[in-house]
């Protein structure tokens, strides 16, 4: 059996493990490194080669996107990563790095628990960056940092370890400033300010494949002077050998990111304004795979052979091919001809797709970004609010 094969039997497995589950999105100001960083995850989940992690761009699948060398789609990829001698199921909802695609980040933040957000280390907290938090935070999405680009303060700008940290905790600083100004006022959420103690920052390098966090620091026996020093001495294929990025981040987004059945409870009073003691509200929190079908559609991409393909997340109930289901909005009901999952820019089909999941499903010819697609006629998800900025050209 091909390694792809192994891979799409293994998600599949997952997708009835809810506990297993992490959906996430990964959001940066533009040029941040979200790309580079996606590919370098994806290779160590052995989606990609290894070798050509930062030079594939696996996710920006659109001919476009590679021309002007941005992100425009929200696309989707499914991996899997072990944890704590425990495989787990990683949905990643690829989001749009420019301002101009405002609306399709929101969407993605609505199908997703968990956020990562990127900042570049040399340039620290961006417009964007604020952007893209308030997305997150609004949704109900957890945040974790990642800093990037950090082989740029020790190779290039040749800063000491004292400089190097004063300027990391700017960042981090920063970052917490923003979302503590953004959730001061919302009482469904403790405190989601993130910290190195903790395990929500994380740090390192995209381009040349290493990372480190404070668990990793204590995993791999590295610290950040034996870091500085083997980045100075152009040993970074050692360093990746050592303390690979994939590993970092994967383990951060496992172990901080809240699976579906822990936030679903939270994030559906915040999203759905229907009526709480709905038996449908109930199915929704609990993520029960037995329910009322409901999707939310986030991203109708094409397919040159399936035609038009609704990706959105499962919150209750399983979809399955043949099922008659209602589109918010419109009249009467479309006949579900195939479900999946997404494997890098490719969609694999699958014969079920179970709650806390995210899907893609072909034959929703009614639906558009932002629809709630159910087995039974309900209360659509609010409607996703645009949060506009000041358009700011790419340097
Ligand atoms: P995106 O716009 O956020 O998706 O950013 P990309 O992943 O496309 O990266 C933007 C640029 O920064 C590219 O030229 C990358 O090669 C470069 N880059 C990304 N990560 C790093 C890093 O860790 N270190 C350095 N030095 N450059 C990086």
Redesign the pocket.
């Known amino acids: 059996m091909g390694r792809r094969k192994k891979i799409v039997q293994e998600c599949e497995k997952l997708m009835d493990r809810p506990e297993q589950i992490r959906n996430i999105a990964i959001a940066?100001?533009?040029?941040?490194?979200?790309?580079?960083?996606?590919?370098n995850l994806l290779a160590g989940a052995g989606m990609i080669g290894q070798e050509s992690a930062?030079e594939q761009?696996a996710m920006d699948t659109e001919e476009d996107e590679q021309e002007r060398?941005?992100?425009i789609d929200a696309a989707n990829v499914s991996m899997t990563h072990e944890y704590e001698e425990k495989n787990h199921l990683i949905n990643l909802i690829d989001t749009p790095?420019h301002v101009d695609f405002g609306g399709d980040v929101t969407r993605a933040m609505r199908a997703v628990d968990g956020a990562l957000v990127?900042v570049?280390a040399v340039e620290g907290a961006m417009p964007q960056t604020e952007t893209v938090l308030r997305q997150a935070l609004r949704e109900g999405v957890k945040p974790a940092l990642f800093i990037?680009?950090?082989?740029?303060l020790i190779s290039?700008l040749q800063e000491g370890p004292e400089e190097m940290q004063q300027r990391l905790q700017k960042v981090i600083r920063d970052v917490n400033e923003l979302i503590r100004g953004m959730t001061e006022e919302m009482d469904d959420i403790d405190d989601w300010t993130v910290s190195i103690q903790e395990g929500t920052v994380g740090m390192?390098?995209?381009?040349?494949k290493w990372g480190i966090s404070f668990p990793s620091m204590q995993r791999t026996g590295m610290d950040f002077g034996d870091i500085i020093d083997m980045e100075r001495a152009d040993k970074r294929q050692e360093l990746h050998e050592r303390t690979p990025l994939s590993d970092v981040v994967l383990d951060m987004v496992c172990e901080h990111f809240p699976n579906p059945i822990d936030a679903q409870p939270r994030r559906i009073p915040r999203v759905w304004r229907g009526d709480a003691d709905s038996e449908v509200a109930e199915q929704m929190q609990l993520v029960d795979d037995d329910g009322e079908v409901v999707l939310m559609v986030t991203d109708i991409g094409v397919d040159p052979h399936a035609g038009e393909i609704a990706a959105g997340r499962v919150f209750s109930g399983t979809i399955e091919k043949g099922q008659e289901l209602y589109v918010s909005g419109t009249a009467g009901r479309n006949r579900v001809q195939s479900v999946g999952i997404y494997m890098g820019g490719e969609r694999e089909e699958v014969d079920r797709v179970p709650a806390g999941n995210i899907a893609a499903v072909t034959g929703l010819k009614d639906a558009i970004a932002g629809s709630t697609v159910s087995s039974i006629e309900m209360t659509p998800f609010e409607s996703i609010e645009h949060i506009s900025e000041p358009v700011i050209t790419k340097s």
Request: proline share 0%; hydrophobic share 30%; glycine share 16%.
């Open positions: 940066a100001h533009v040029d941040h490194g979200k790309t580079t960083l996606t590919d930062g761009l060398g941005i992100t790095g990127v570049d990037n680009k950090v082989d740029r290039e390192g390098s995209a381009l040349y």
